[in-house]
């Protein structure tokens, strides 16, 4: 049915590729087909099911494949052979995004048994062994 829907010719092709990749069509965009009459009589039943969402538990895409210890150690490890690591080395080294990388790495100087501590401030900021 749901191919149907998305090959049908009322559909506009704009709204037809958005679906694409869609597995439910959220009841607010269900309202709004019915409302202009994109849907076929006969296809306007598979609208008024109810759709049914369900949020994962925990992070869907996981934050990095390390474990904390193991981010930890590829960081001293990076600091060792090259003397400091940066935020974008970190984000890198382990696979995490800019803004969690920088989350991270907070905690580990606001950790003293880390081993490592901030030096310099802003763009300038490096993170060496404590």
């Given at each position: 049915?749901?191919?149907?829907?998305?090959s049908?010719?009322?559909?506009?092709?704009?709204?037809?590729?958005?679906?694409?990749?869609?597995?439910?069509?959220?009841?607010h965009?269900?309202e709004?087909?019915?409302?202009?009459?994109?849907?076929?009589p006969?296809?306007?039943?598979?609208?008024?099911?109810?759709n049914?969402?369900?949020?994962?538990?925990?992070?869907p895409?996981?934050p990095?494949?390390y474990?904390?210890?193991?981010?930890l150690?590829?960081?001293?490890?990076?600091?060792?052979?090259?003397?400091?690591?940066?935020l974008?080395?970190?984000?890198?080294?382990?696979?995490?995004?800019?803004?969690?990388a920088?989350?991270?790495?907070?905690k580990?100087?606001?950790?003293p048994?880390?081993g490592?501590?901030?030096?310099?401030?802003?763009?300038?900021?490096?993170?060496?062994r404590?």
């Amino acid at each position: 049915m749901r191919e149907y829907f998305l090959s049908c010719k009322y559909i506009p092709s704009h709204l037809r590729e958005y679906f694409l990749g869609c597995k439910y069509i959220p009841s607010h965009l269900r309202e709004y087909f019915l409302s202009l009459k994109y849907i076929p009589p006969h296809l306007r039943e598979y609208f008024y099911i109810k759709n049914t969402f369900e949020r994962t538990t925990g992070n869907p895409t996981s934050p990095s494949p390390y474990f904390p210890e193991e981010r930890l150690q590829q960081a001293l490890n990076h600091i060792d052979k090259h003397g400091f690591i940066t935020l974008q080395e970190y984000a890198n080294l382990n696979r995490l995004n800019y803004s969690t990388a920088s989350r991270e790495l907070s905690k580990l100087v606001a950790d003293p048994s880390s081993g490592i501590k901030a030096k310099g401030a802003a763009s300038h900021k490096v993170w060496v062994r404590s």
